[in-house]
């Protein structure tokens, strides 16, 4: 007798498991693929693209910014380097980035 | 330096984690 089979017991079908922390931040319609949002994309591109060993300075990152407030470059540094993207270096306004792609 | 070092070391640790 083998009608003791259970097909799909305790199984329920979640189709995106971990996708449940992307949903914090509706209302982006055009998130880039790494789940920063735009600022925060430029800031982390701006950071990458600095050749100097130090890194780059905050000053430059506003100067290069200049559509973004002080307080939102200050948010987007905080977000990336809380994430692991970027670091300070030589003081709290220099950062360089720790992604190699 | 030491601490640029460490800085950068808790970032990538920080990433890692991230992208765990």
């Not at chain 1, 305790?10 to 949903?23: D, K, L, Q, T, V």
């Not at chain 1, 998130?31 to 100097?52: D, F, H, M, S």
């Not at chain 1, 002080?70 to 220099?94: C, M, P, R, W």
């Amino acid at each position: 007798n083998k009608s003791h089979s259970q097909p799909s017991a305790g199984r329920a079908s979640f189709s995106n498991p971990g996708m449940s922390e992307a949903g914090n931040f509706s209302g982006n319609s055009f998130l880039p693929a790494n789940g920063l949002t735009p600022a925060q994309n430029q800031v982390l591109n701006l950071i990458k693209a600095c050749p100097r060993p130090e890194g780059l300075n905050f000053h430059d990152l506003k100067n290069q910014l200049h559509h973004m407030t002080v307080a939102s470059i200050k948010q987007a540094v905080d977000f990336l380097s809380n994430e692991g993207h970027i670091y300070s270096t030589v003081d709290d306004d220099h950062f360089k980035s720790t992604d190699a792609e | 330096l030491v601490r640029i070092q460490r800085n950068k070391a808790a970032a990538l640790l920080r990433l890692a984690a991230r992208n765990v």
